[in-house]
């Protein structure tokens, strides 16, 4: 199946290398380009992503028949915008892998698509969900720091506020709510022990 794949991370200091290693060598599908981002989705509509049109460009326009993701959030974070993206695509006839469920939808089996919408809907809403509940403990972390008297602005001789830095690492605030160790977060985010720490120290997780 002619195939591109799009990846996306959150901010800058994140790498989509890992999402790239997991899918370009699944089996059954011939991958032509990569397309590749640093964007929030969380704030950003599909249509505000650049990589993400040019991606859908590129497909209507070389007659893709997949476009292939590492999992539901990479489209988007909202559940109504992704669902709206990909009913898009089975209208242009483009059908959607996603590793993490291990399947393809829009593949025209009608019964099938059903469940894996279902699935899918699932999938968005919990990512939604994840996304603020992760901003609520960072937040009332910070408001726990302000009670104690501690810092919770610009630190002496920093470039940007705890807020911007947790902004931009969203990925290991994420790991680290749900128990996942500093050395498998290094792994998982190709990150330093130093920034893993600043995490944990200016969100309280």
Sequence with gaps: MKAIIYTRVSSKDQSTKRQ??????IHGFEVVKVFS?????FSKSS??????QKALTFANANNIQCIMISEVSRLGRNTVDVLSLIEDLKQQGIAIYIHNLGTTINKGDHSGDIFTKLIVTIMADLARLESEQ??????????SRKAKGLTTGRKVGSKESPEK??????DIA???????????????????PNTIKKVKDFSGL
């Design 20 to 25: 790239l290693n997991d899918m370009k060598s």
């Design 165 to 170: 830095f947790l902004s931009k690492h969203q």
């Design 134 to 143: 992760l901003s609520y403990r960072i937040k009332s972390g910070i408001r």
């Design 37 to 41: 981002e640093k964007i929030s989705a």
């Design 47 to 52: 249509f505000q992503r650049p990589g993400l």
């Design 174 to 192: 994420k790991y680290l709510a749900k128990g996942y160790s500093s050395r498998e977060i290094q792994k998982l985010c190709n990150c330093s």
